[in-house]
């Protein structure tokens, strides 16, 4: 069997798609700046599970299951991050939570 070595060098290689990987590198990287954003929702002696809870379900789109792991990391550790994003798609969010007198904010991810 012969083997031609010819034919392993001869990649399809041009400076132009190297410059278009580049761009769409650099284009990830800035998606994932926008999205370094964190709601996190702190415990309180006033509020109930099931309030915290349903409020999750309604505000932040969670499932039933979501909301109670959240609220449980709420009550037992103080605070917990229940949802990631853009700091812009966060707000509303932080706004509503507050309106129904949950303590929230949105910290910048690490």
Same mark, same amino acid.
């Given at each position: 069997?012969?083997?031609?070595?010819?034919?392993?060098?001869?990649? $399809?290689?041009?400076?132009?798609?190297?410059? #278009?990987?580049?761009? %769409?590198?650099?284009?990830?990287? !800035?998606?994932?700046?926008?999205?370094?954003?964190?709601?996190?929702?702190?415990? %309180? !002696?006033?509020?109930? @599970?099931?309030?915290?809870?349903? +409020?999750?379900? !309604?505000? *932040?789109?969670? +499932? $039933?299951?979501?909301? !109670?792991?959240?609220?449980?990391?709420?009550? @037992? /550790?103080? #605070?917990?991050?229940?949802?990631? &994003? &853009?700091? %812009?798609?966060?707000?509303?969010? /932080?706004?509503?939570? *507050? /309106? /129904? &007198?949950?303590?929230?904010?949105?910290?910048?991810?690490?």
């Amino acid at each position: 069997m012969e083997f031609c070595v010819d034919s392993i060098y001869r990649l $399809p290689f041009s400076f132009q798609n190297q410059e #278009k990987w580049q761009e %769409d590198t650099s284009t990830l990287v !800035e998606e994932e700046v926008i999205e370094a954003h964190q709601l996190i929702v702190y415990n %309180d !002696e006033v509020n109930s @599970f099931e309030y915290v809870i349903l +409020t999750l379900i !309604e505000v *932040c789109e969670h +499932t $039933p299951q979501q909301a !109670e792991q959240c609220t449980l990391q709420i009550h @037992f /550790r103080g #605070k917990c991050g229940v949802k990631t &994003g &853009g700091f %812009d798609e966060l707000v509303a969010m /932080r706004n509503e939570i *507050c /309106r /129904r &007198g949950i303590s929230a904010e949105i910290e910048a991810s690490a």
